[in-house]
T-cell receptor, first 119, second 113 residues
Framework: GDSVTQMEGPVTLSEEAFLTINCTYT??????LFWYVQYPGEGLQLLLK?????DKGSNKGFEATYRKETTSFHLEKGSVQVSDSAVYFC??????????????????FGQGTILTVHP | EPEVTQTPSHQVTQMGQEVILRCVPI?????FYWYRQILGQKVEFLVS????????KSEIFDDQFSVERPDGSNFTLKIRSTKLEDSAMYFC???????????FGDGTRLSIL
């Protein structure tokens, strides 16, 4: 089945440091890839997405590139802020329409990475 | 910006009781989902709903669970006889089309005593 593996956390950084959170996936078919962020006490918010190989998703200074050859979608930010402290989830979805069943793109999540940024 | 809204934010229920979690998806969305997150674990898919029927469900979604879209705006998850292991955060999500990202609500924290 489909799966997503994220680097283990927690990750603790100083403000303005460079951030990388690794994410790799396995999937049958052609997945779309996502990063969601969860701030304390809130729900999951879409941070960025990429729907095909070599696409780069970007938002709020965060970037991730869909690498089909390495089945990866690593999240990066050049200079983190205290306000970036949150839990980050990598996820994939695949739409399947076949005699064996239909899947309308359920999300498969990684385990989440807690990021704490200190001033 | 339109939001997915979930009520209540926190539900405390005795084991064996029925519970209904409510969601109002974004109005022009067509695909609806429930997920859950047990404390300290991954977010897990429960069920997807399209065109007034379940399109896919996980192994977690057994006979104790059901979903409804009773009036064209609400989307509910019912657990008939709750167990201790049903304690989790439950998230509702929706989207317009299969190429779009899912939008999530803030979740309902369900605590079974």
């Amino acid at each position: 089945g489909d799966s997503v593996t994220q680097m283990e956390g927690p990750v603790t950084l100083s403000e303005e440091a460079f951030l990388t959170i690794n994410c790799t996936y396995t999937a049958t078919g052609y997945p779309s890839l996502f990063w969601y962020v969860q701030y304390p006490g809130e729900g999951l918010q879409l941070l960025l997405k990429a729907t095909k190989a070599d696409d780069k998703g970007s938002n709020k200074g965060f970037e991730a590139t869909y690498r089909k050859e390495t089945t990866s979608f690593h999240l990066e930010k050049g200079s983190v802020q205290v306000s970036d402290s949150a839990v980050y989830f990598c996820a994939l979805s695949v739409n399947r329409f076949s005699a064996g069943g239909t899947s309308y793109g359920k999300l498969t999540f990684g385990q989440g990475t807690i990021l704490t940024v200190h001033p | 910006e339109p939001e997915v809204t979930q009520t209540p934010s926190h539900q405390v229920t005795q084991m064996g009781q029925e519970v209904i979690l409510r969601c109002v998806p974004i109005s022009n969305h067509l695909y609806f989902y429930w997920y859950r997150q047990i404390l300290g674990q991954k977010v897990e898919f429960l069920v997807s709903f399209y065109n007034n029927e379940i399109s896919e469900k996980s192994e977690i979604f057994d006979d104790q669970f059901s979903v409804e879209r009773p009036d064209g705006s609400n989307f509910t998850l019912k657990i008939r006889s709750t167990k201790l292991e049903d304690s989790a955060m439950y998230f509702c999500a929706s989207r317009t089309g299969l190429r779009e990202a899912q939008h999530f609500g803030d979740g309902t924290r369900l605590s079974i005593l």
